[in-house]
């Protein structure tokens, strides 16, 4: 059980086009959904935290302009990534809680590289 | 004081061999500890977690020790295996805030 996938798995795309990644819990529903990015040989860091029907919080540093959340339903939250830049490369994980415990379900993971 | 402080880096284990990795906080507030293994090009999984009202939990053979005068915890894997080599990662939540602090992450390797 509680198993969270992403998709899609790797993305290249060009500079100043916009991705899409989607973020789904398989069998439990999620009331809060939760975005990191991951760059190489380093920690987590979280990006927003968002709750099913609410806009996301964003952490400090993070451009929700550029990086659009939305948690519209129980099962499921997308990043958009907008304007990407090569910068924005990285691995963009996502994870989700039941708001029931403390217990986060991590997803595969998106490697997305723009070019 | 939102931090977690963890070590070593990377650590190098002979196979059967205890691998250990510490994690310190500040934030007397946390009170929830998971760890995670994640390994290349994956997202992290949850291996064990501990509240602050013990001092130990143990499964198979990965056990947490926590000491909270300290404000210290770690992880201690037995008879380590090539198959645990990945990246360790210590975290600290408290539930009002509902967000999960990572430490830098373990690179731990074991050899045959």
């Known amino acids: 059980g509680a198993v969270v996938s992403q998709h899609p798995s790797w993305v290249i795309c060009k500079s100043g086009t916009s991705v899409k990644i989607e973020c789904r819990s398989l069998?439990?529903?999620?009331?809060?959904m939760f975005w990191y990015r991951q760059f190489p040989k380093q920690s987590l860091m979280l990006m927003a935290t968002s709750n099913e029907g609410s806009k996301a919080t964003y952490e400090q540093g993070v451009e929700k302009d550029k990086f659009l959340i939305n948690h519209a339903s129980l099962t499921l939250s997308t990043l958009t990534v907008t304007s990407a830049h090569p910068e924005d490369s990285s691995f963009y994980i996502c994870?989700?809680?039941?708001?029931?415990?403390?217990?986060?379900?991590f997803g595969p993971g998106t490697r997305l590289t723009v070019t | 004081q939102q931090q977690v402080k963890q070590s070593p880096q990377s650590l190098i284990v002979q196979k059967g061999g205890i691998s250990i990795i510490n994690c310190a906080y500040e934030n007397t507030a946390f009170d929830y500890f998971p760890w995670y293994q994640q390994f290349p090009g994956k997202g992290p999984a949850l291996l064990i977690a501990?509240?602050?009202?013990?001092s130990e939990k143990k499964e198979g053979r990965f056990t947490i020790s926590f000491n909270k005068s300290a404000k210290q915890f770690s992880l201690h894997i037995m008879d380590s295996q090539p198959g645990d080599s990945a990246t360790y990662f210590c975290a600290a939540e408290s539930g009002g805030a509902q967000k999960l602090v990572f430490g830098q992450g373990t690179r731990l390797t074991i050899n045959p």
């Open positions: 501990i509240r602050p009202d013990v």
């Open positions: 069998d439990f529903q999620a009331t809060t």
């Open positions: 994870s989700a809680s039941t708001g029931w415990s403390y217990e986060q379900y």
